[in-house]
């Protein structure tokens, strides 16, 4: 069975603190994305990796960094959290052709206080 | 234009009634749509993908697809009350950027 793992359910940080969210899949793929996903906003596209040490910036990169040394892990940094970016994270994997889906993570729930 | 625009909901229907979910789409994204099904603390699910003009057939669900109109839909059959969730349209751009809609929350009244 597919997998893609996130490494926390849930995260409490402080302002200022530098935060690391860790997705893992196991299915060989080439793309992964991480989401915020927010009430009434839907899931916003903030970072998309195509390959190993690529990465393209999508909707709401600012405050938000990622780095893929390694084909299964992708990892999401804020830098300096802020209580704007409490919210919901997703990640997500697919193969490289436009006609397949994406497998989600089970999302952390991040809180700033 | 987003490249994915839900505007409709929520909607409620009445158990056993058709479910009309909408979503329209910008030039910008690739031919290929999904629809994505999500429970309230879950991650979404894939329910249904359409890549060619009109209809396809998956059990309760259809997936509709007007590329004339750059318009998409999933009409449910016969809803249940585990139909309630939020449905989430979706679609890659030619550099395989995945760009959702806000969704529509979908509540089925036993």
């Known amino acids: 069975d597919v997998k893609v793992t996130q490494s926390s359910r849930y995260l409490v940080k402080r302002t200022g603190e530098k935060v690391f969210l860790e997705c893992v899949q196991d299915m060989d793929h080439e793309n992964m994305f991480w989401y915020r996903q927010d009430p009434g906003l839907g899931l916003r596209l903030i970072y998309f990796s195509y390959d190993v040490k690529m990465k393209e910036k999508g909707d709401i990169p600012e405050g938000y960094s990622v780095s893929r040394e390694k084909k299964e892990r992708f990892s999401l940094i804020l830098e300096s959290a802020s209580t704007n970016q409490t919210s919901m994270y997703l990640c997500?994997?697919?193969?490289?052709?436009?006609?397949?889906?994406?497998?989600f993570g089970s999302g952390t729930q991040l809180s700033v206080l | 234009q987003k490249e994915v625009e839900q505007n409709s909901g929520p909607l409620s229907v009445p158990e056993g009634a058709i479910a009309s979910l909408n979503c329209t789409y910008s030039?910008?994204?690739?031919?290929?749509f999904f629809w994505y099904r999500q429970y309230s603390g879950k991650s979404p699910e894939l329910i249904m993908s359409?890549?060619?003009?009109g209809d396809k057939e998956d059990g309760r669900f259809t997936a509709q697809l007007n590329k004339a109109s750059q318009y998409v839909s999933l009409l449910i059959r016969d809803s249940q009350p585990s139909d309630s969730a939020t449905y989430l349209c979706a679609a890659p751009t030619t550099g395989n950027q995945f760009y959702f809609g806000t969704g529509t929350s979908l509540t089925v009244i036993p």
């Open positions: 997500a994997s697919s193969l490289p052709t436009t006609n397949e889906k994406l497998f």
């Open positions: 359409i890549y060619s003009n």
């Open positions: 030039d910008r994204v690739s031919q290929s």
